[in-house]
């Protein structure tokens, strides 16, 4: 019998190139193209990269990521993602506020992201956290013909 996950004592964990294997793992089994460990190492390696892992358990099972960039005063999330079993439980909004609040120390005045046009989970998510559209980006995600259009979203941090 597995115990009761309390979503309220999801931990978040500071990601840094030593975590490349395990980021590498999560991403893989959320996305169709993933990123390799080589990938994660060298943009934790860079000075502006930023990640944070999401754990919850007993035992400690990695349910969520986020992996931005800081430069200047910009910031840009790279990547998000929650494990499907650990969805609508808030994870991915502590993933988002965590790497807003270390850009912000990092003096960033705006947070940036693209996103799915149609990828309508993500977006309710994005507008619920405040971040609003300021551009789109025609045919960026190669899904069927045509591609599908992203949605540049900015948050004023």
């Given amino acids: 019998m597995t115990e009761a996950i309390d979503y309220a004592r999801v931990r978040l964990a500071w990601a840094s190139f030593e975590h490349a294997a ?16 080589a990938s994660f190492r060298r943009l934790l390696h860079h000075p502006g990269g930023a990640a944070w892992l999401a ?12 992996l931005g960039r800081i430069a200047a005063d910009e910031a840009e999330i790279l990547t998000l993602g929650v494990s499907p079993a650990h969805r609508r439980h808030g994870i991915a ?10 850009a912000r120390k990092a003096k960033a005045k705006r947070l940036f992201l693209e996103v799915g046009q149609m990828n309508a ?20 995600y190669e899904h069927g013909p045509g591609g599908e259009d992203a949605l540049v979203l900015a948050l004023t941090l």
Avoid at 22 to 37: I, N, T
């Fill in 22 to 37: 395990e980021l590498a793992q999560l991403h893989a089994l959320l996305f169709a193209q993933p990123w390799d460990a």
């Fill in 55 to 66: 754990r919850v358990g007993p035992p400690p099972d990695a349910a969520g990521l986020i």
């Fill in 93 to 102: 909004r502590r993933l988002v506020a965590a790497l807003a609040g270390t």
């Fill in 121 to 140: 989970a993500a977006v309710a998510l994005y507008a619920g956290l405040g971040f609003r559209q300021v551009g789109r980006r025609a045919g960026y």
